[in-house]
């Protein structure tokens, strides 16, 4: 079973880390949303604390791996958030599970793995992956999550997440992610949702996130200013605040 953080009491809120990260990424939302939610956090299968299950070499199936998870702890409906691959993640997830999700949150993320604005292509991420290792790639990489690079206050965070990720499973993701479409589901993503990003984006640009929220039935589009890729960690507060007025909102309501 997969390596998990849980805290909390309350609907059950999950929230899905991406590419080179873990469930600890999610410490400030942690936090926050533990007081009016059963927080549940996974580790993918070759990432961080589930670092010891072998890798799943598709984006479908790490979502499988999600919902045993979900199966095994008892969850009934849930709450969902996705960051970056892991907003891939949960896009599967939504497409199988539908009925069990009660709001779905996109967050720097998109429908395709394609992503020709990308800072780099996931070629030449593999390339240096494979020749110097998971930590000094996922450094050289993290600093494109904040604006402030590695100066940013939470960098480290970023950076001690992942750690313990394999190299197999690191690169596992660089195949599955390009491999990976979702575009023919959204229509049947019928769950009201939420489209986050940071509007200094350098993995998904704001096409895509635009994309998404006009393409999805029930959705709204939040862009955070002065935010990169890791923007729940960059304006905490404004994200959790966003996220929270969201997922407390009622179908009248307009956020």
């Known amino acids: 079973m997969l390596n998990y953080y849980r805290r909390g009491q309350g609907p059950v809120l999950v929230l899905q880390h991406g590419f080179l990260g873990g469930g600890s990424l999610w410490m400030p939302q942690i936090a926050f949303f533990s007081r009016m939610f059963d927080v549940i956090a996974p580790d993918l299968p070759g990432y961080a604390g589930s670092a ?49 999700i009660t709001k779905l949150v996109l967050y720097g993320t998109a429908c395709s793995g394609e992503m020709p604005r990308r800072f780099e292509p996931f070629s030449e991420t593999a390339r240096t992956m494979a020749a110097e290792g998971v930590e000094t790639t996922g450094a050289r990489i993290g600093k494109t999550w904040f604006v402030e690079g590695e100066r940013a206050p939470y960098y480290p965070l970023c950076q001690n997440s992942g750690a313990g990720t394999t190299l197999e499973a690191a690169l596992a993701g660089l195949k599955a992610m390009p491999a990976w479409n979702g575009t023919a589901a959204l229509p049947g993503l019928a769950m009201p949702a939420l489209v986050m990003g940071g509007d200094r984006d350098r993995s998904y640009s704001l096409p895509e996130m635009a994309y998404l929220a006009a393409t999805l039935p029930d959705a709204q589009l939040a862009i955070l200013p002065g935010c990169a890729h890791n923007a729940h960690l960059e304006k905490p507060d404004l994200f959790n605040q966003i996220l929270n007025d969201f997922l407390l909102s009622t179908p009248s309501d307009n956020y």
């Open 52 to 100: 010891h299950l072998p890798p799943a070499d598709s984006v479908a199936g790490m979502a499988a791996a999600v919902v045993d998870l979900l199966d095994a702890l008892g969850v009934g409906d849930f709450n969902l958030v996705g960051h970056s691959m892991g907003g891939m993640v949960v896009q599967e997830m939504a497409a199988s599970q539908g009925k069990r």
